[in-house]
């Protein structure tokens, strides 16, 4: 297991900081644990990558072996306390993986990131709240058109920024935290889930990266989650090593905005993370990385609050061999029930064949339901995932089932209105009489 200093020396710092005096910029900060591609595989915003295979992972096993998912450093290093110290995050939706540059805050033709990074560094020292800026995907005419700007935790989209607005934005939004006049700020509502697919700073996020998109695309659709849950494709985020790399952000048990790490992540892993994580607000201990909001110490300490009080016991992870990938682990979240060591993991000594419960998934934000065609469309799909080639049975501690207990109080709230409704109906006859 990796320990903590390793982690700290090998971590990207690409966040602004207002209380560093670095006059280097922390955007384009060079990484120690980065496969850059060569300049033959380099694109542009103003043009295309010549070969995208390995965006896709189109070279097959090859590509997945040494990058992918089955790569020797695959799940090898601790996750915990890996996010530095942030408190507000910004989006620049902005053109496509597929013609992102290695430094796209940085490069001569992008000229809308170059700015906006340029503007936050030099007014690092006047902004308040420690940020970061990170591209994620556009495309216009849709919710994340180019040039729109999404900011966490503060669920607030601007639209349309240009190159002419950004001092501007920067000083009104940045530094003064208030509102960018030009651009009424529009509220956000459900997750947004980002996902680093930037594979010409890295090959890892390339390759990995898509795939863990396009298999939370067909989750979204095939439950019925248009609108509720976003996904999008975003530039380098920090932590090349631990890709699949995927940041949550939505609304916690507590009503409180808060945005969620986690590395290491697989497509097979999704179903569960959508489950867990987004539909009851439990965190995937074993895949988590850390916090925005939260210092590195803190990270480690609300970890270790969660084991306590769900009553695991220190996990292990990241030691997995690429042939363990989806294969039995326990989140300290899953409450009663007790885990045991098995093969130097931790696994749970509860089976249960399906990661996830179509009748449990209801989004604890808007309680979404799900029609029976959707439930049935949703176990066919988790059967064909756990029956096909090289599949494995996934442990997991069974997990309370909340379904019925909603379903029980929309019918006490409809009686509840039912019985108002006769209550004024009564007391206006009553009324009408008297007069």
């Known amino acids: 297991m990796a320990s903590s200093s390793n982690n700290n020396n090998k971590r990207d710092s690409d966040f602004i900081n207002p209380n560093t005096s670095s006059s280097s910029s922390p955007i384009t900060v060079s990484d120690a644990d980065s496969y850059l591609l060569d300049s033959s595989q380099i694109g542009s915003a103003s043009g295309s990558f010549q070969n995208e295979g390995f965006l896709s992972g189109g070279d097959g096993g090859a590509a997945d072996s040494e990058f992918g998912f089955s790569r020797p450093d695959f799940r090898q290093a601790e996750l915990v306390s890996s996010v530095d110290f942030y408190e507000r995050h910004v989006f620049l939706c902005y053109k496509n993986p597929q013609v992102w540059p290695p430094r796209i805050e940085a490069a001569e033709f992008d000229r809308l990131p170059r700015l906006l990074a340029a503007a936050l560094a030099a007014r690092k020292n006047d902004v308040k709240k420690q940020t970061r800026l990170t591209i994620c995907e556009g495309h216009d005419g849709t919710e994340t058109s180019n040039g729109d700007v999404l ?260 019918t006490y709230a409809v009686l509840a209105v039912i019985g108002a409704v006769v209550s004024v109906a009564y007391a206006y006859n009553c009324y009408r009489q008297l007069k």
């Open 151 to 410: 900011i966490f935790p503060d669920m607030i989209r601007y639209r349309r920024l240009t190159h002419f607005d950004v001092d501007t934005f920067v000083e009104e939004v940045l530094v003064k935290d208030g509102e960018w006049l030009p651009g009424n700020p529009e509220a956000l509502t459900g997750w947004y889930i980002f996902v680093c697919c930037h594979g010409s700073r890295d090959r890892r996020c390339g390759v990995c990266g898509p795939a863990i998109v396009s298999r939370l695309r067909e989750e979204i659709e095939s439950n019925g989650l248009q609108g509720k849950v976003s996904v999008s494709p975003c530039s380098h985020i920090g932590g090349h090593k631990f890709a699949g790399n995927v940041i949550i952000f939505g609304l916690n048990t507590n009503k409180k905005v808060s945005g969620h790490w986690y590395g290491y992540v697989t497509p097979d892993d999704v179903p569960l993370l959508l489950e867990q994580h987004v539909a009851k607000g439990e965190i995937m201990d074993w895949l988590w990385r850390g916090q925005m909001g939260l210092s590195e110490d803190e990270q480690k300490a609300s970890q270790e609050h969660r084991l306590s009080v769900n009553g695991g016991t220190d996990m292990e992870r990241g030691t997995k061999s690429s042939n363990d990938v989806g294969t039995s682990t326990c989140g300290s979240q899953l409450e009663g029930t007790d885990c045991c060591r098995a093969n130097g993991n931790i696994s749970c000594c509860q089976n249960t064949q399906l990661p996830v419960d179509a009748d449990n998934f209801i989004l604890h934000q808007e309680n979404t339901e799900f029609t029976s065609e959707k439930k049935k469309s949703f176990r066919r799909q988790i059967s064909r995932s756990n029956s096909g080639k090289g599949a494995r049975t996934r442990k997991v501690c069974s997990m309370p089932t909340w379904y019925e207990s909603w379903e029980r109080e929309d």
